[in-house]
């Protein structure tokens, strides 16, 4: 299964945290919204989702891609996954999506191999994020 994902994410407390070569980024508490995607054969979608589940959990692991660094800080949660479903590449229309709702973008935050301004938005003290449209959507 390939597509689009976005995690849901929760800091508990205001950081600092270091994103591999963008450095260190001053993250505000609250929650932020990552879109993300896989487009390998098999089961690339579910197995992406599945290692950054665990990198959240256990807080160890190989960290590769921008979000894996966010995601092994002790006070970052992940409270929802949405899964779209799709054999097109559709993270950037998502996130763009995401980036109006947001109250900011982090930049250049996993948009290393596109033109967008970032992948990653912070949210503010509520998640807020609806989607009219559910179809093809799974969340959980």
Request: some cysteine.
């Amino acid at each position: 299964m390939t597509g689009a994902y976005i995690l849901v994410l929760r800091l508990d407390k205001s950081s600092k945290i270091k994103i591999g070569k963008l450095g260190k980024i001053r993250f505000e508490k609250g929650y932020y919204a990552y879109a993300g995607s896989a487009m390998g054969r098999g089961e690339a979608l579910k197995n992406r989702i599945r290692r950054h589940q665990k990198l959240a959990k256990e807080k160890k692991g190989k960290l590769f891609w921008h979000i894996d660094y966010f995601l092994a800080n002790p006070d970052v949660k992940i409270t929802k996954v949405l899964i779209f479903k799709s054999d097109k590449k559709i993270e950037c229309q998502i996130s763009q999506r995401i980036s109006k709702l947001a109250k900011k973008t982090i930049k250049a935050f996993g948009s290393s191999d596109c033109r967008c301004q970032g992948h990653f938005h912070y949210l503010g003290n509520r998640c807020g994020l609806k989607f009219a449209n559910t179809e093809g959507i799974a969340v959980y």
